[in-house]
């Protein structure tokens, strides 16, 4: 079943300095199943963000629609849980109340929260932190607890925006296999943004390949290597050499376009 | 591991660094006030017009507590005269304190509200507080309302000017991140805008409680026949220059209270701001 249907978006951005429109997403569609786990692959500036956005409803599309569950996506909803590049906090809540934030918008009480928080707070690993504010915390374990938060509203999509590019190498790998951990364990649909090959082979079962501004998709595949993927082995070499040969191939048709 | 001497050092002397700064922070106002206390008794100057801090002190006591009546008719009625302005800034405050912080997340959060009310609001900006006193007389007469009144032109504006930068300056993504999670617009002001808008606005107060006291006592100098800045105004006129200086020394005392008020209010509701707070700023 399609989970998401992304028909046809195009999206315009006007330069009002310069007074001219500019095209970040072309014509691009693409359809995710149930508990996929899609990395959109590109480079930046190639509107990778700007099409998670879109099926956030952050941005509206200029033309074109998009479907998550059969609904016509058209503001934010609980539906579609965001994690955001920086990992965009309430500075002035605790690591629990984060989490639990949007069962203070339901109005549910403290009590009723706390017990709620807590079993994600134990998944995402910060048993212990949950006093904490999120200035007393490492950009790892924030991000953690942005992890936490969308998965709390146990939404049918979560939708993530290179949650890991600004933490370190080690770090980065640490909560790769988290992630990939945690979604075995609830299967939920992932959209997963990054620019880097190695984390959208280590992470997705389908990689959507998009290139340079405007945003296309160059091409999309199942991507079904065994986990736990091991990224010295030969297939996961085979893999990345196919997707560097698509990048490759896609910046000498631009150079010869010019 | 300590040795023996620090170890006997720490038994006699456990604060010995912190009588230090203490020493070190209170040295230069002893000395100032002992230069002072010399240069009023050398005679260069009549002591009637520069009263020694001694002097200032006897005043501020019998004004205080009617020691010996040296403060004549105000003898033992600081408290009432501190009451009385204080009331005053607490008024004037409170509703510029609300009325400002409402505005100033409305004009903030809309564009249209911003466009239709914030130019009126720029256009009575610069007019100084003080210039709107013989209006606010002939409004409201003599007595505590024309006082409440200025306090309350010179407290709005540093709120609301402080909020509108708050809501502005927050992160999109917070909002986003608000409107993720389900938040109706009515939450994303209460729950996410104002709360992320607080350092700022706490900014604001304190600026305006400063600008409270100024006016509190400007208007008791000309409009109020009680409070501090009346017993300053009257003394001035009957030649008390040492009961002068006690109600300065008062209105010193009580502006630098209700700051610290506000700091410590500020310290609690910015807890998760420990760093900055904790300093003290």
Redesign the interface.
């Known amino acids: 079943m399609a989970e998401i249907a992304i028909r046809n978006i195009v999206k315009t951005f006007t330069d009002r300095q310069r007074d001219q429109d500019v095209l970040a997403v072309d014509n691009v569609s693409l359809t995710i199943r149930d508990n996929d786990f899609v990395c959109l692959l590109g480079p930046s500036g190639c509107g990778k963000s700007t099409l998670l956005n879109m099926i956030?409803?952050?941005e509206t599309p200029t033309s074109g629609r998009i479907e998550v569950a059969g609904q016509i996506v058209e503001?934010?909803?609980?539906d579609?849980?965001?994690v955001?590049q920086?990992p965009?906090?309430?500075?002035?809540?605790t690591v629990a109340e984060n989490v639990a934030?949007?069962l203070?918008?339901?109005g549910l009480g403290r009590a009723e929260r706390r017990a709620q928080a807590q079993a994600f707070i134990d998944l995402v690993g910060l048993t212990g932190f949950e006093g904490h504010?999120?200035?007393?915390l490492s950009g790892g374990m924030n991000q953690r607890v942005g992890i936490a938060?969308a998965l709390l509203?146990n939404p049918r999509v979560i939708l993530m925006d290179e949650p890991f590019a600004a933490l370190d190498a080690q770090t980065k790998i640490e909560m790769q296999e988290e992630l990939v951990r945690i979604w075995e364990r609830i299967r939920c649909t992932i959209v997963f943004v990054t620019h880097s090959v190695d984390e959208a082979l280590v992470l997705g079962t389908r990689i959507a390949v998009m290139t340079r501004r405007p945003g296309r998709i160059r091409e999309a595949f199942d991507f079904d290597l065994p986990r736990p993927r091991d990224v010295t082995s030969p297939a996961f070499n085979d893999a990345k050499r196919n997707v560097l040969g698509l990048i490759r191939e896609e910046a000498t048709r631009i150079r010869h376009a010019a | 591991m300590q040795t023996a001497s620090e170890r006997l050092r720490a038994a006699f002397f456990p604060n010995l660094r912190w009588v230090l700064t203490k020493i070190e922070r209170i040295a230069v106002p002893l000395l100032l006030v002992a230069v002072w206390e010399a240069f009023s008794r050398s005679g260069a100057l009549p002591q009637a017009l520069l009263p020694p801090p001694s002097a200032v002190l006897h005043a501020l006591g019998d004004w205080m507590f009617g020691i010996d009546g040296s403060a004549q008719d105000y003898s033992g009625t600081w408290l009432r005269n501190a009451l009385a302005s204080t009331m005053r800034v607490a008024a004037g405050f409170a509703i510029a304190a609300a009325l400002g912080i409402v505005l100033g997340t409305a004009i903030g959060w809309s564009r249209a509200i911003e466009a239709t009310v914030e130019p009126t609001l720029q256009m009575l900006r610069p007019i100084p507080p003080v210039s709107w006193i013989p209006l606010a007389i002939i409004w409201f007469g003599i007595a505590d309302r024309p006082a409440i009144f200025l306090v309350f032109l010179g407290a709005f504006f540093p709120v609301l000017m402080n909020t509108i930068h708050g809501v502005k300056a927050i992160?999109r993504?917070?909002i986003?991140?608000?409107?993720?999670?389900?938040?109706?617009e009515r939450?994303l002001l209460t729950?996410?805008v104002v709360?992320?808008a607080?350092p700022s606005i706490f900014a604001g107060l304190r600026i305006a409680v400063g600008s409270a006291w100024m006016l509190t006592v400007t208007a008791e100098m000309v409009a109020v026949k009680s409070g501090v800045g009346y017993v300053l105004w009257d003394s001035y006129y009957f030649l008390r220059y040492d009961m002068v200086i006690a109600a300065m020394v008062s209105i010193g005392l009580l502006g630098f209270l209700s700051d610290y008020g506000i700091k410590l209010l500020m310290a609690r509701v910015?807890r998760?701001?420990?760093?900055t707070v904790r300093r003290g700023a």
Do not use: C
């Not at chain 1, 503001?75 to 609980?78: E, Q, S, T």
């Not at chain 2, 986003?176 to 109706?184: I, L, Q, V, Y």
């Not at chain 2, 998760?272 to 760093?275: G, I, L, V």
């Open positions: 956030a409803g952050f503001k934010p909803g609980a579609r849980g965001v955001f920086q965009t906090l309430m500075p002035w809540l934030f949007h203070k918008l339901k504010y999120p200035s007393e938060r509203m | 992160d993504n917070l986003r991140a608000g409107a993720m999670m389900g938040a109706s939450q729950d996410i709360p992320a607080l910015l998760w701001q420990r760093t």
